[in-house]
């Protein structure tokens, strides 16, 4: 058995070098075998991928029989009320949502952001058909997912067709991010108050107006940007 000169491991017979420091091995009173095998496997496997279909399965078995055994509680034993729909609603909901990524990704992404919220709409009004009342659901549910939907597929637009880096895709998300806090907040003040109020959102938007500011100044000095990229590599 052989160990380094250098750090003191000791070393596989096979070994020609220090795996921790690259020393050559030398060790003149050893006999060398040639037919020694190496600690390593010499060749390498591939694990296999794993398939959409097959993990499309696996949520779809899952979902399925969350939906039939929620469905039996509720009818033969806990049926004082028909909470088992507003499971297998979202169950619905998260079966569609993972649709375009698990299984069929020809999907058009505006297209799926569009079932998505279309979808959602769906499982609001499933809430309001049971609680009975609809005007949260008219005064505030439409206008949000409808706002959110829009704001999302703006984002997915100009991340796709717009100039692509690392910049500009943080410029788009954060503008999206804080148009986003602003109507939330906006919608959500004149559902409840009947006016518009700008607290917590005025905060988030100024934060990211100052950071879309610089990474416009940023991506306008083109000397400034290529000494950042050598600096850290990217």
């Known amino acids: 058995m052989s160990y380094c000169v250098n750090c003191g491991v000791e070393l596989e017979a096979s070994l020609k070098q220090c795996p921790l420091c690259s020393t050559q091995v030398i060790n003149p009173n050893e006999v060398k075998n040639t037919q020694v095998s190496s600690p390593f496997p010499g060749e390498k496997e591939k694990v296999e991928a794993v398939m959409r279909k097959d993990v499309g399965i696996l949520i779809s078995i899952i979902l399925g029989c969350t939906i039939i055994t929620c469905g039996c509680l509720n ?13 297998i609603g979202a169950r619905v909901l998260f079966r569609v949502i993972l649709f375009p990524v698990v299984i069929y990704e020809k999907l058009h992404i505006h297209l799926s952001i569009l ?14 058909w049971l609680t009975q009342t609809n005007k949260w659901f008219l005064g505030l549910g439409i206008p949000l997912v409808v706002f959110i939907t829009l704001v999302v597929e703006a984002y997915v637009f100009c991340a796709r067709k717009l100039p692509k880096s690392i910049l500009t895709g943080a410029l788009y998300a954060i503008t999206a991010f804080g148009i986003l806090c602003v109507g939330i907040e906006l919608l959500v003040d004149w559902y409840l108050f009947e006016k518009i109020i700008f607290r917590w959102s005025a905060i988030v938007a100024t934060v990211c107006i100052i950071i879309d500011a610089a990474i416009v100044t940023l991506l306008s000095m083109r000397r400034f940007r290529n000494a950042i990229r050598k600096r850290f590599h990217f």
């Open 75 to 87: 009818y033969f034993i806990f049926n004082s009320n028909r909470w088992s729909l507003v499971v």
């Open 115 to 128: 079932f998505d919220g279309v979808t959602v709409l769906g499982y609001l009004y499933l809430i309001t």
